[in-house]
T-cell receptor, first 115, second 115 residues
Framework: AQSVAQPEDQVNVAEGNPLTVKCTYSVSGNPYLFWYVQYPNRGLQFLLKYITGDNLVKGSYGFEAEFNKSQTSFHLKKPSALVSDSALYFC?????????????FGKGTMLLVSP | DSGVTQTPKHLITATGQRVTLRCSPRSGDLSVYWYQQSLDQGLQFLIQ???????AKGNILERFSAQQFPDLHSELNLSSLELGDSALYFC??????????????FGAGSRLTVL
């Protein structure tokens, strides 16, 4: 079985400050890891993914994520937050070579960036 | 616009009724996925179809069913509706079976309210 934990329901940060949204995962073998973002009244949008290789992955809108195998974490980061980054963020995992296993999402973390 | 079209956007119905949600995948995508998003359960995978065939099944209730038609659009049928079925239902699509690191493209969702 595979699972994702996002330990924070909400993260508050001031505009211009760095932000981190935490994600830990559990999977048999090596993982594929994803971050998606959901703006109000919209569907989920893909931000970035980790497959293999460099542990620091860069994605859309200036976001990046750091894969840490020993801590089974894939935290989302951005050096300088914008008010427009306020949204619901989902981490997701799929096991490598898992046949038809599905993409499992965390419960989401609401990011609120204040002006 | 993600290219994944879901109708209706909003639906209000009564307990015991039956509804059908429709999804047209992004052009060229062969897989369709259905997810249910609720405040208490987060984003739950329901079912996946690939080129007309059921590929994977998640936490889908027996009262729910789905199918993918030859033109690749999909319908999710929800019957004997209960108050707890009120949720946002998302359709997503991908080019292939979804194994590995392929990205899912989400529609804007259908919001179902059961009164």
């Amino acid at each position: 079985a595979q699972s994702v934990a996002q330990p924070e329901d909400q993260v508050n940060v001031a505009e211009g400050n760095p932000l981190t949204v935490k994600c830990t995962y559990s999977v048999s073998g090596n993982p594929y890891l994803f971050w998606y973002v959901q703006y109000p009244n919209r569907g989920l949008q893909f931000l970035l993914k980790y497959i293999t290789g460099d542990n620091l992955v860069k994605g859309s809108y200036g976001f990046e994520a750091e894969f840490n195998k020993s801590q089974t974490s894939f935290h989302l980061k951005k050096p300088s937050a914008l008010v427009s980054d306020s949204a619901l963020y989902f981490c997701a995992v799929r096991a490598l070579n898992s046949g038809y296993s599905t993409l499992t999402f965390g419960k989401g973390t609401m990011l609120l960036v204040s002006p | 616009d993600s290219g994944v079209t879901q109708t209706p956007k909003h639906l209000i119905t009564a307990t015991g009724q039956r509804v059908t949600l429709r999804c047209s995948p992004r052009s060229g995508d062969l897989s369709v996925y259905w997810y249910q998003q609720s405040l208490d359960q987060g984003l739950q995978f329901l079912i996946q179809y690939y080129n007309g065939e059921e590929r994977a099944k998640g936490n889908i209730l027996e009262r729910f069913s789905a199918q993918q038609f030859p033109d690749l659009h999909s319908e999710l049928n929800l019957s004997s509706l209960e108050l707890g079925d009120s949720a946002l239902y998302f359709c997503a699509s991908s080019l292939d079976t979804g194994i590995g690191a392929n990205v899912l493209t989400f529609g804007a969702g259908s919001r179902l309210t059961v009164l």
